[in-house]
T-cell receptor, first 111, second 114 residues
Framework: SQQGEEDPQALSIQEGENATMNCSYK?????LQWYRQNSGRGLVHLIL?????REKHSGRLRVTLDTSKKSSSLLITASRAADTASYFC???????????FGEGTQLTVNP | DADVTQTPRNRITKTGKRIMLECSQT?????MYWYRQDPGLGLRLIYY???????NKGEISDGYSVSRQAQAKFSLSLESAIPNQTALYFC?????????????FGSGTQLSVL
């Protein structure tokens, strides 16, 4: 099954800075989703970008998708300490019916 | 009340014991999933069910079984627990409506097998 690979594995920034996380995948997708996980909690859906979209915004989140490079990025602007969490991308295969997850990026935002 | 509820939240058990983790949902979704999360390995799919009569194995089903008792209930069993099944287990649901479906997760069950 398709599985996104997030990069970097860990990212530490100061409050107010922007955070960028990247995701690469292997095959054709229908859409790509990003999720957040606070420590020890369940994942929460953040944003979905369809294969025919190149960029999408939701509040302080900006997601891009480059299907030719099979990659996506998640940008969090003006980060806050509360953004500290793990972030996962989940590519949805064109032919698949399930979402699979990579290992995530651990983001730490220092006050 | 949470839309996807997992019980128990924590469980410590011994090798060889039978364990059941339960998941119930009030979202009215047909699709339910069990994942496990290990440090450094991300989430891996154990079993999934697209309706009450449909059960499918995921990436790592060995040593596990499931039961879909009703649309709202999906249980995961470890018939004879072993230490490498120590992990954080998540139940998730989705509505299966088209390619834009997204997952809703429970809060997880931390299982420790001694």
């Amino acid at each position: 099954s398709q599985q996104g690979e997030e990069d970097p594995q860990a990212l530490s920034i100061q409050e107010g800075e922007n955070a960028t996380m990247n995701c690469s995948y292997k095959t054709s997708i229908n859409n790509l989703q990003w999720y957040r996980q606070n420590s020890g909690r369940g994942l929460v859906h953040l944003i979905l970008i369809r294969s025919n979209e190149r960029e999408k915004h939701s509040g302080r989140l900006r997601v891009t998708l480059d299907t030719s490079k099979k990659s996506s990025s998640l940008l969090i602007t003006a980060s806050r300490a509360a953004d500290t969490a793990s972030y996962f991308c989940a590519p949805k295969e064109t032919s698949g019916s399930r979402l699979t997850f990579g290992e995530g990026t651990q983001l730490t935002v220092n006050p | 009340d949470a839309d996807v509820t997992q019980t128990p939240r924590n469980r410590i058990t011994k090798t060889g014991k039978r364990i059941m983790l339960e998941c119930s949902q009030t979202k009215g979704h047909d699709r339910m999933y069990w994942y496990r999360q290990d440090p450094g390995l991300g989430l891996r799919l154990i079993y999934y069910s697209f309706d009450v009569k449909d059960i499918n194995k995921g990436e790592i089903s060995d040593g596990y079984s499931v039961s879909r008792q009703a649309q709202a209930k999906f249980s995961l069993s470890l018939e004879s627990a072993i230490p490498n099944q120590t992990a954080l287990y998540f139940c998730a649901t989705s509505d299966g409506q088209g390619p834009g479906e997204k997952l809703f997760f429970g809060s997880g069950t931390q299982l420790s097998v001694l």
